[in-house]
């Protein structure tokens, strides 16, 4: 098959990128402008800016079997693509999220209703990234176009990427080895969630590529084997202990969860709504369309895989320190970080604004009137 991925050197696209060209019958297009690269006989390649149309038809007009998208397209841009991609390939992925499920009681299906669906004039509030990837979904199924799925993880982890709650791996990591202190909000530990290792979301969308009976479906590709984030924590700490001669990880509670949320960076705020619901999914669906049951491996033998190599592997390489982030733990924990740590004037301002209540609040206040000019409108019921 001719397979395209867009952005596929991502967390789940670098990873579904080795699933598919251990099939030697693929031949597998890269569209990405990271200038990372695996080597294989089929593999091409093709750098540049996708969202430059010139570009992106140029790319999309040698015709493809099955493209799979991993990027964020505003619903508009999606909206003037439709007709290049579908007529360009027989089987159309588009990464959506689970995390655009509104809260549910018991296993969330594909059926289940989705945040938008429920509360449609809040959404025009809310997290910016969850509403584009609804509304880019309502766009999808609401076109002319049958031959789409639509592929629905939740939170993932990789060598590179490890979310506790929602702090993420360069600021908890970071302070962990350097002996500071995590803040954690303590009633979210009680929900449960389900992590999933990006390699095996990755091999249940291998299963969906060029699969007729996934075409024209919505499919959750995450594990259904859920746990608390308590225990996540605890396996974090029990993990990190082995691997690092007994040092322990320092987490702080929050017993007023309210107090963690809204000295959160701005752009996470509405992720209270996703970490503050029980997340169990079921993937009754996947394993029919597949005609198999895809199996979701055991957390705490992923995570010793993953930290390992995050510890002790050289080419593992995790982006640096937030200072945003570090200053927010910092004034929660009452601790403070040298200046020297970050590594340009931007980013000690960053710290030091954020590290103050009342600078990090002024600052919030500006941003908030910058962006209600540009704030993006949620707008249900598109026109196909």
């Given at each position: 098959m001719r397979i395209l991925i867009i952005g596929g050197t991502g967390t789940i696209g670098s990873e579904l990128t080795d699933f598919l060209r251990q099939q030697v019958c693929n031949q597998l297009y890269i569209v990405s402008k990271s200038t990372e690269t695996v080597h294989a006989d089929n593999i091409k390649y093709i750098h540049g800016d996708i969202f430059d149309h010139s570009f992106f038809v140029k790319v999309l007009e040698k015709g493809y079997d099955c493209i799979v998208d991993f990027m964020i397209w505003s619903?508009?841009?999606?909206?003037?693509?439709?007709?290049?991609?579908?007529?360009?390939?027989?089987?159309?992925?588009?990464?959506?999220?689970?995390?655009?499920?509104?809260?549910?009681?018991?296993?969330?299906?594909?059926?289940?209703?989705?945040?938008?669906?429920?509360?449609?004039?809040?959404?025009?509030?809310?997290?910016?990234?969850?509403?584009?990837?609804?509304?880019?979904?309502?766009?999808?199924?609401?076109?002319?176009y049958q031959h789409w799925t639509i592929i629905r993880p939740w939170v993932t982890f990789n060598t590179r990427k490890h979310v506790l709650v929602t702090v993420p791996v360069s600021v908890w990591l970071w302070r962990f080895?350097?002996?500071?202190?995590?803040?954690?909000?303590?009633?979210?530990?009680?929900?449960?969630?389900?992590?999933?290792?990006?390699?095996?979301?990755?091999?249940?969308?291998?299963?969906?590529?060029?699969?007729?009976?996934?075409?024209?479906?919505?499919v959750n590709v995450t594990t259904d084997k859920a746990t608390t984030w308590a225990e996540v924590l605890e396996l974090y700490k029990t993990v990190l202990?082995?691997?690092?001669?007994?040092?322990?990880?320092?987490?702080?509670?929050?017993?007023?969860?309210?107090?963690?949320?809204?000295?959160?960076?701005?752009?996470?705020?509405?992720?209270?709504?996703?970490?503050?619901?029980?997340?169990?999914?079921?993937?009754?669906?996947?394993?029919a369309i597949c005609g198999e049951k895809i199996v979701f491996g055991d957390l705490k033998s992923n995570l010793e895989i993953c930290i390992d190599k995050l510890l002790f592997d050289a080419s593992c390489k995790i982006d640096p320190i937030d200072p945003v982030w570090c200053g927010i733990m910092d004034r929660l924990s009452h601790e403070h970080t040298e200046l020297s740590e970050f590594s340009s004037a931007k980013s000690k301002l960053k710290y030091i604004i954020f590290r103050s209540a009342f600078l990090s609040l002024l600052y919030r206040a500006i941003r908030y009137i910058i962006d209600s000019k540009t704030r993006f409108v949620y707008k249900p019921n598109i026109e196909p």
């Open positions: 619903p508009n841009e999606l909206k003037n693509n439709l007709d290049t991609i579908f007529r360009n390939c027989k089987q159309y992925i588009a990464m959506g999220t689970s995390s655009a499920y509104a809260k549910t009681n018991g296993l969330i299906d594909e059926n289940a209703k989705r945040f938008t669906d429920i509360y449609p004039d809040e959404a025009k509030q809310t997290y910016r990234y969850v509403i584009e990837k609804a509304v880019a979904d309502d766009v999808i199924m609401h076109s002319r080895i350097h002996g500071k202190t995590i803040v954690i909000p303590r009633k979210v530990l009680r929900k449960k969630c389900s992590l999933t290792y990006a390699k095996d979301s990755a091999r249940a969308i291998s299963k969906l590529v060029g699969n007729d009976k996934a075409l024209g479906e919505i202990s082995e691997k690092m001669g007994g040092v322990e990880l320092k987490p702080q509670f929050i017993n007023n969860d309210a107090v963690f949320w809204k000295n959160m960076p701005s752009q996470f705020d509405p992720i209270v709504r996703d970490r503050c619901y029980d997340r169990c999914f079921s993937n009754e669906k996947l394993n």
